[in-house]
């Protein structure tokens, strides 16, 4: 089984970047497609993108398409997200997990702890 321990988030004003990183552990990381998701609070947690298994494919919520960029780095078991022109609607807590071959927006692991990105002036 997969665990995921994500990093990166913090508070940043309206328009910034951030780089998510989620460091992955298990030896069979290449073999799942990866995603990450978020919760806002007091909301239901969400999809923002997720990336094949080869990196070849990357699937993107409408809500975050043309200003998030998921990266994996399979050597290294790490999966990214860079965040380019943040809002303050995307405040949530971010979470990396493993993505259903069914669904490539439903998760399909075990959650971590995540990490807060706050997004205000």
């Known amino acids: 089984q997969v665990q995921f321990v994500e990093s990166g988030g913090g508070l940043v004003q309206p328009g910034g970047t951030l780089r998510l990183s989620c460091a992955a552990s298990?030896?069979?990381?290449?073999?799942?497609?990866m995603g990450w998701f978020r919760q806002a609070p007091g909301k239901e947690r969400e999809f923002v993108a997720s990336i094949s298994s080869s990196a070849s494919h990357t699937w993107y919520a409408d809500s975050v398409s043309g200003r998030f960029t998921i990266s994996r780095d399979n050597a290294k078991n790490t999966v990214d997200l860079q965040m380019n022109g943040l809002k303050p609607e995307d405040t949530a807590v971010y979470y990396c997990n493993t993505v259903s071959n069914l669904n490539v927006r439903t998760a399909a692991g075990v959650w971590g702890q995540g990490t807060q990105v706050t997004v205000s002036s």
């Open positions: 298990g030896r069979t990381f290449d073999n799942f497609l």
